[in-house]
């Protein structure tokens, strides 16, 4: 079984920047894939960009050229870098991550931290 636990949202002023961080209990490098994930009031969540063990990366298209994830294997932990936020972006943000369980894959999530862009 393996946690996630977020840390890093706030309350921004549009255009400004926020870390997000996501620190696993388990070994982040023997996972597929760990990804972030956001989810406004009233909306199905989606994904906001992901990264695979071999560091291809992935991003919403609402997104790209203002966020970037990353991971440090070393620490077992995973960042998004979110700059120029926009009010759009408001919403509570979920670390996933997948691993191998035996013959299948898992998806394991973290307790989500809120992200809120407003001045």
């Known amino acids: 079984q393996v946690q996630l636990v977020e840390s890093g949202g706030g309350l921004v002023q549009p255009g400004g920047s926020l870390r997000l961080s996501c620190a696993a209990s388990g070994s982040i490098s023997s996972s597929t894939a760990m990804g972030w994930y956001r989810q406004a009031p009233g909306k199905q969540r989606e994904l906001v960009a992901t990264i695979t063990s071999s560091g291809w990366r992935n991003y919403a298209d609402s997104v790209k050229g203002r966020f970037t994830i990353s991971r440090d294997n070393a620490k077992n932990t995973v960042y998004l870098e979110m700059n120029s936020l926009k009010p759009e972006d408001t919403a509570v943000y979920y670390c996933?991550?997948?691993?191998?369980?035996?013959?299948?894959?898992?998806?394991?999530w973290g307790q989500g931290t809120q992200v809120t862009v407003s001045s």
């Open positions: 996933n991550g997948r691993w191998w369980t035996g013959s299948r894959l898992t998806d394991y």
